[in-house]
């Protein structure tokens, strides 16, 4: 695979499509993550900060499995801010629910399992980002939550 901009850009459209098309991706547009941010805006911020990272890094990884994995990292499907119990401790459980839903959808890379996985790290200290892309998307998420959070962006 080659490593342009342009490639992460056809890679990156073709995979939001499809996930808009053949999975349960669009019902995280109903879903508030961060301040006014919806999951789904919040997904796509990140999957676009790590490739934009990726790419000022000019690191070789692999493109799809940054974007699908950034894409799947919050698949948890419900609203975390409800009063049920069982959101209760989310930051902790949500990466694992959401690994659940994506393996219900796709068959995932072992590098899209560990993206999602582990992207919570280090508060989720059993799930360690294991390879070059979930290290980028762990960070490209904190960068994401704090703008969206405090409105930065």
């Keep these: ?38 999951v789904y805006e919040h997904s796509i911020h990140v999957a676009r900060v790590s490739c934009k990272l990726a790419l000022f890094l000019h690191l070789r990884v692999d493109y799809a499995s940054l974007i699908r994995g950034g894409l799947l990292h919050d698949y948890f499907l419900y609203d975390w801010h409800d009063s049920d119990k069982s959101h209760r401790l989310h930051g902790f459980r949500h990466p694992k629910t959401a690994l659940r839903n994506a393996k219900e959808d796709f068959d995932l890379t072992k590098t899209e399992q560990n993206i999602i996985v582990s992207h919570m790290f280090p508060l989720t200290l059993r799930s360690f980002p294991c390879c070059l892309e979930a290290w980028i998307v762990c960070i490209a998420d904190k960068i994401c939550a704090t703008k969206e959070t405090f409105h930065l962006g």
């Design 1 to 38: 695979m080659k490593y342009y901009r342009a490639n992460f850009d056809l890679i990156f459209s073709e995979m939001l499509s499809s996930l808009n098309r053949t999975s349960r991706f669009p019902q995280t547009k109903g879903y508030i993550q961060h301040g006014r941010v919806s």
